[in-house]
């Protein structure tokens, strides 16, 4: 077998989720079918804040495409791993990431990773606010909210429980977005406001990111209203 790296910097990341290590090489594996695989790992400098995952396949140089196109078209954990991601491959098996090549790869430009069409950053030269609209009504976050309410009859999930529930997800993985936050929930929506400014656009660009990973995974939301009123309580509506 052979070897592709892939190493990430958690200072670079907008969601510094060690869950990354799981999910990366899972999606990549199913992508495939099976053609790379996991192979394990580690952290590369002392500080530990660079983390390589290991890839096996039969053809590294063949393949690393397609982990390229996976980090360009998804989103791991609420980022965009094109953006900060380095790729290294090897003809050796479990190759040492000093003994492997690394392949270069153009980023996304800002408009290739689209937010799904449930969300928008809304931002305007001499508006006091910069907006994430979040359309709880659209079919994805819909349906997401059905299977929800089947695990918690308080989680009827309009505007203002998607606000709870997000808060809720924010005060435990991303709390610095919470400051200057202010919310405008309604049946139908739920938008986000902070004062425009740049610092502030990007901390929009970031909650629209979470929330999108937050829809698009599930998982973690399933888990988080099946422990409601156990390990955490949520402010339901």
């Known amino acids: 077998m052979q070897t592709i790296i892939i190493k990430l910097n958690s200072e670079k990341l907008i969601n510094a989720d060690l869950d990354m290590r799981y999910k990366v090489p899972d999606y990549i594996e199913t992508y495939t079918d099976g053609v790379i695989t996991d192979n394990g790992y580690d952290y590369v400098n002392e500080s530990g804040t660079e983390l390589a995952i290991w890839l096996d396949t039969k053809d ?7 982990v390229i196109h996976c980090l360009k078209t998804k989103r791991f954990c609420g980022n965009d791993l ?6 290294y491959i090897s003809e050796q098996d479990c190759a040492e990431l000093e003994k ?4 270069s790869f153009t980023p996304n430009s800002s408009d ?16 006091a606010n910069v907006s994430v609209c979040f359309d709880v009504e659209a079919p994805k976050p ?4 059905e299977k929800l309410y089947t695990l918690n009859e308080q989680a009827y999930m309009n505007g203002y429980n998607w606000e709870a529930l997000l808060i809720c997800c924010l005060e435990h993985n991303l709390p610095d977005l919470l400051e200057g936050l202010e919310s405008d929930p309604e049946a139908g929506s739920y938008v986000a406001l902070y004062e425009n400014t ?3 656009l990007e901390k929009a660009n970031r909650l629209a990111d979470f929330i999108a990973y937050l829809v698009e995974d599930e998982e ?5 209203v099946r422990e409601d009123g ?3 309580e949520i402010e339901w509506d």
Request: glycine content about 2%.
């Open 142 to 145: 819909y349906a997401l909210g």
């Open 82 to 87: 094109s953006q900060t991601a380095q790729i």
């Open 230 to 232: 156990e390990t955490i």
């Open 112 to 127: 290739e990773l689209h937010l799904p069409d449930y969300l928008k950053v809304v931002a305007v030269e001499n508006c």
């Open 198 to 200: 740049p610092k502030n």
């Open 60 to 66: 590294a140089a063949a393949q690393v495409q397609n």
């Open 100 to 103: 492997c090549t690394e392949v």
């Open 220 to 224: 973690d939301l399933c888990q988080l």
